[in-house]
Every structure is written in C-alpha cells, then in structure tokens.
C-alpha cells in the first residue's frame, strides 16, 4: 500500500506530465497574472482622476458668496418749494402792424419827375414825397380859365343887352319875346361861368395831384418805383410804403374757451398785454388791450385780439412775430415749485421729495396753473420741502440721494397759462 506522500508526488508528477502535454507552462501562468494586475491598476487610476477631475471642477465652479455691498447714492438737483404771487395770464402768438399802413401812389396819370424822400425817411402829414411832370395839368387849368373869362365877357354883354330890351319893352318898342329869349341867354352865360369855375376848381385839384404828399406821419420804406418811369392812377403797386409804427398794434388769437375770462377782465378796467420775442424771453413792450374781434373763427376755435403798444424805443417791428402775454389777475401768496419737478405717473402727477434722511420719497400732488419755469401746487406738498428738479428717472422709493444743486425758485415776471 503506498503512502499519501508517494500518492501526491504521483499527482504532482501527472500534472506536470499533463501541463507539458497541453503547451501550457508555469511561467506563461504567472505573466498572465501580473497583467491582469497591471489592467486593474491603470482602471483603477484612471477612474480616480476622473472623480478628481470632477470634483475640482464643481469645486471651481461653484457660486461664490461676495459680501452684501451698499447701493451708492443718487445724485440729484433739488428746489425748495416756496409761497408767491403769482400772476395769471394768457400766451398767444402774434404778429406786430403799423397802427398805419399807406400806399402812396399816384392820382393823376403822368411821368414820376421828382422824388424828395429818402429811404427809411421820418415824414411828417403834408410833406411832398415827389412830383410829377406838371405841364399838362397847368395847360389845363389856364384853359379852364380862360373859358370862365370869356364866358364873363359874354355875360357882361348879355346882361347890358337885357337892360335895354327891357327898356325897350316898356314902350313896345321891341316884341316881348325878345326880351325872353335874352334873359335866357344871360341865365345861359351864368350857368356856363358856374361850370367853368367847377372845371377850374378839378384842373387845380389835379395840378395839386402832380405834388404827391404825405397823408399822414410816418417812415417811408423801400421805394419801388424811379423818377422818370410813367405813372398811372391803376398801377397795382405803389410807389412807396408809409408806416406809422409809434404806436403799433399786435394782433394775436386765444383760444374761445377764454372768452369770458378775458371780456371780465377787461370790464375791471384796462387789460395790460404784454410782448415777448419768439423765445419768449426777452420783453419787446407792454401796451393795452384794444379790442377782441367780433367773431370766432369756427375752424380753429380761436379769437383774435388787437393790443396798442407806444412803441417809442421801436422794438415791435411791423410784420415781427411775438408771443402777446395777456395779464388777467394776480393768485396771492400760493405754494409753487420748479415745473422740472412734476412728474407724471400711472396714479397721476407726483413729486420726489428728498426727506430728512436723504431719500427719496415719491408724492402725489395736485397742481394749478403754470407761470414761466413754476407750478402752482394746490395740494400734496408743504411749504419749505425739498423736491427733486434733476435725477428723477434713477430714483426708487427710499433710495439714497446725494444733493447736487439746491436752486430755490425765483419770483417770474411771466404769467400763469
């Protein structure tokens, strides 16, 4: 009987017979091994520096917290709101006129000979302006003349003619008859010499007309027509222009709805008006309202008005377009603010006020006429607060307000509209 140690050496020994019959030795066994090793090394690395890749990227990426920071302040102009009379008064545009515009132009036909003005001439009513070729106009009147004069010769004879007829006729020396048809003849004669005095009176009337003189005081403006040029009565255009412009009026329009208000005003006594250029800020002149025009121009549902100004420095210049501010009361000792601080919002006008914290605070206001650069507030706001004139499209409520310029309003000669 064999013993278990000869049995496993037997086994051993039929292996190896075994392995060496199949190709397979011990050392291909081994390297197998060591790379089934390596393989799970270069896996398990590999898996490692992904997780890592992963986690330093949402390391780095994460949101970082930053520490809460203060929003700057806002800067901002403000104004005080302050209590003054403020004066109400209607803006209309106008147009500056003559209080006399004349034409001069000739009345009698004939050729301009002479002109005796200079342009841009101060006339006085009466002065001769220029003349014209005057010959026929004298042939005319001396013709006149002369047939009153021969027509009073005529007379003369007639009537001695008449007184002896007459004599005659009380003796019936002469038929009746004759005596008739010479006092005919006299009447005849008297009434020739009345015509001819009329005939003498228009060819002197037109000799007057060859002096061609100022109607009225005035300037002489920019003549259109030079001596030597023939002249007619039917001539369209003259030869100068004369203009009275000291005074001069402005024609301007309101609209209707202040009509009543404006025939009040002017039952309390004289309506002042005054003009301003076409920026509205330099003063031309204040005069009177004169009238308002009878009708309202149903188009534009205005009306037109006539102010006289003196005039006397000239600033208003004929054919000038101005804006005419017609003063109709005074509102007395009224709360006002810049108009640069109203604003308008979804609930209706409002004010940023800048409260004694230095934020900002929206508030409703209600407000009344507007004069120049202010507006009445009629409710919402107190005497002496601040509000924003400057900055307003930045702030939010309670925002922070760093102050820029404190400009407090100024009284204004303009009235409200």
């Known amino acids: 009987?064999?013993?278990?140690?000869?049995?496993?050496?037997?086994?051993?020994?039929?292996?190896?017979?075994?392995?060496?019959?199949?190709?397979?030795?011990?050392?291909?066994?081994?390297?197998?091994?060591?790379?089934?090793?390596?393989?799970?090394?270069?896996?398990?690395?590999?898996?490692?520096?992904?997780?890592?890749?992963?986690a330093t990227h949402w390391l780095l990426s994460a949101p970082t917290k930053s520490p809460p920071t203060t929003r700057p302040s806002v800067p901002v102009s403000i104004s005080v709101a302050t209590r003054q009379n403020v004066p109400i008064s209607l803006t209309g545009l106008g147009a500056v006129q003559a209080s006399l515009t004349v034409g001069i132009r000739p009345q009698v036909d004939g050729t301009l000979q002479e002109v005796l003005f200079t342009e841009g001439q101060d006339v006085k009513k009466g002065d001769v302006l220029a003349k014209i070729d005057p010959r026929l106009f004298k042939a005319a009147l001396d013709q006149a003349r002369g047939k009153k004069a021969q027509d009073a010769a005529l007379l003369v004879s007639a009537e001695k003619d008449l007184t002896r007829y007459k004599t005659l006729a009380l003796t019936d020396a002469i038929a009746r008859q004759t005596v008739d048809h010479q006092q005919a003849t006299v009447d005849q004669l008297k009434a020739s010499i009345a015509a001819d005095e009329a005939a003498i009176d228009t060819a002197q009337t037109q000799l007057d007309y060859t002096s061609i003189r100022a109607p009225s005081d005035g300037r002489i403006g920019i003549r259109s027509i030079d001596p030597g040029n023939v002249v007619h009565v039917s001539d369209a255009q003259p030869i100068v222009i004369l203009?009275?412009?000291?005074?001069?009026a402005v024609l301007f329009t309101l609209p209707a709805r202040f009509l009543d208000d404006v025939r009040s005003a002017l039952a309390h006594g004289p309506v002042v008006v005054t003009a301003f250029d076409q920026n509205n800020r330099q003063e031309l002149g204040a005069g009177k309202l004169l009238l308002i025009d009878d009708a309202i121009d149903p188009a534009t549902d205005t009306m037109r008005l006539k102010a006289i100004f003196p005039n006397d420095d000239e600033r208003l210049w004929p054919g000038e377009f101005v804006n005419a501010?017609?003063?109709?009361?005074?509102?007395?000792?009224?709360?006002?603010?810049?108009?640069?601080?109203?604003?308008?919002?979804?609930?209706?006008?409002?004010?940023?006020?800048?409260?004694?914290?230095?934020?900002a605070e929206p508030r409703p206001i209600k407000v009344g006429p507007t004069t120049g650069d202010l507006t009445v507030v009629?409710?919402?706001?107190?005497?002496?607060?601040?509000?924003?004139?400057?900055?307003?499209?930045?702030?939010?409520?309670?925002?922070?307000?760093?102050?820029?310029?404190?400009?407090?309003?100024s009284p204004t000669s303009e009235g409200a509209r």
């Open 243 to 248: 203009m009275r412009i000291r005074p001069s």
């Open 378 to 409: 009629t409710s919402g706001l107190s005497d002496g607060e601040h509000v924003v004139t400057d900055g307003q499209f930045k702030l939010k409520r309670d925002a922070r307000v760093q102050v820029r310029v404190t400009s407090p309003p």
């Open 325 to 359: 501010r017609l003063s109709l009361k005074t509102l007395g000792n009224v709360l006002v603010i810049p108009s640069a601080a109203v604003q308008r919002g979804p609930q209706g006008l409002f004010a940023w006020i800048v409260t004694p914290k230095d934020t």
């Open 1 to 54: 009987m064999r013993s278990p140690e000869s049995l496993s050496d037997q086994k051993d020994h039929d292996s190896l017979e075994s392995g060496q019959s199949n190709g397979i030795s011990v050392n291909d066994t081994e390297h197998d091994a060591v790379r089934r090793r390596r393989a799970i090394f270069l896996i398990s690395a590999s898996v490692a520096l992904i997780v890592v890749g992963i």
